[in-house]
């Protein structure tokens, strides 16, 4: 029988997050720390927001690039930040959409993409998917990059870094010292960043500082999901600095022929997303990540997370695989790190759940040690 599928397409794993997610469906009383969705629903005015634009009939395409509105928006907020004179602003399907676009414009087959380890799933299926190829930084054990480990991965077929801070799966957060030093070796060697950012606002000790602010060949990607409880909407921005404009033109004309655009009524719902006080959702996700810290380093090894809704903890014996069989068969969903990692020592925990189930799941996981 003739094999129908594509060679790239074996190359993508199913995702382990989403199977193990499943696994709740027919358990009795599981603590889920698996899936990275908030807890918290969307602001009323927001969701209000999307029902009048749906009732108004917003349902429509919009351009490809997204609402002007929205647009413009967003881009004197990235032009206050890092002094940028004109940025370019595309609106897309989630930050997993502008990742997608921004592969699939600039990766030629064999160019290598530095990614540090461990890394969001996506980045390393998505560089395979374009013929590229995954050149992994170890960040271990405390999840900072070292420059000089960068440095000793960058040769003459380097094209990419991709970075994340607040990270996930770790939560962590690089200094301005960090970036500033991966800043000077990116224009030392020419390269272009994506500094994935979906998790800016989760912050809990400073703000994480971008690397748009030290190097001016960034592509600066956020999203709307997370800091505003609305992973569904699937809705995202890249912003480029002007001198990139024929790579935002590469990225809207692909968007065309894959995306088309971003939902309407949410690009809509967006402009008062972005007037939306959240303080008091990050404070209460700031007391859920000491919860779980502060519940967990006496049994395990871990580093304090700094952003997202994340723990990376060293699992016990150093095989995570072995010690997630075991937490699943005690009711607690939790991630092996093998999904992000080229290593499988540590497990992911996403603390985006109430209280009562941060406990219970603590006091389950301690008990296993």
């Not at 592969?103 to 087959?109: D, E, G, P, Q």
């Not at 402009?271 to 959240?278: H, N, Q, V």
């Not at 580093?303 to 809704?309: D, E, T």
Request: some cysteine; glycine content about 6%.
């Amino acid at each position: 029988m003739m094999n129908y599928i594509a060679e790239r397409a074996e190359l993508v794993d199913a995702s382990g997050i989403r199977r193990i997610w499943q696994l709740a469906v027919n358990m009795t009383d599981p603590v889920d720390f698996s899936i990275g969705e908030p807890d918290f629903d969307a602001p009323e005015p927001v969701r209000k927001a999307a029902i009048d634009a749906i009732n108004q009939g917003h349902n429509g395409y919009t351009l490809t690039t997204g609402l002007e509105p929205l647009r413009d928006s967003i881009a004197r907020e990235i032009s206050s930040q890092y002094n940028w004179s004109n940025p370019s602003i595309l609106i897309t399907c989630g930050v997993s959409g502008g990742l997608n676009l921004a592969l699939m414009s600039t990766v030629n087959a064999q160019d290598e993409v530095l990614i540090p380890d461990p890394y969001f799933v996506m980045y390393k299926h998505l560089v395979n998917l374009y013929d590229g190829k995954c050149v992994f930084i170890d960040t271990y054990p405390d999840f900072q990059l070292d420059p000089d480990k960068l440095a000793q991965q960058i040769t003459p077929r380097t094209k990419l870094l991709v970075l994340s801070s607040p990270a996930n799966p770790t939560g962590a957060i690089y200094t301005a010292d960090e970036l500033k030093a991966i800043a000077a070796l990116a224009r030392k060697h020419n390269l272009l960043v994506i500094s994935d950012e979906i998790y800016r606002d989760f912050s809990y000790d400073s703000p994480a500082p971008s690397l748009a602010s030290y190097y001016e060949n960034t592509l600066v990607m956020r999203g709307f999901s997370k800091a505003y409880g609305i992973p569904g909407w699937r809705l995202g921005y890249v912003a480029l600095p002007e001198h990139l404009s024929e790579l935002f033109d590469r990225m809207a004309t692909l968007q065309q022929y894959t995306f088309v655009c971003a939902p309407h009524p949410f690009q809509i719902a967006a402009l008062t997303a972005l007037k939306s006080d959240i303080s008091d959702c990050i404070d209460n996700y700031r007391h859920k990540r000491d919860l779980i810290y502060n519940g967990l380093k006496d049994s395990f090894n871990l580093a304090k997370p700094q952003g997202a809704f994340y723990a990376f903890v060293a699992a016990p014996g150093g095989k995570a695989g072995d010690f997630v069989n075991r937490a699943i068969q005690n009711n607690v969903l939790v991630i092996p790190g093998s999904v992000f990692s080229q290593k499988d020592t540590h497990f992911r925990i996403s603390y985006a759940t109430s209280d009562e189930q941060i406990n219970k799941g603590i006091d389950r996981l301690c008990s296993l040690v």
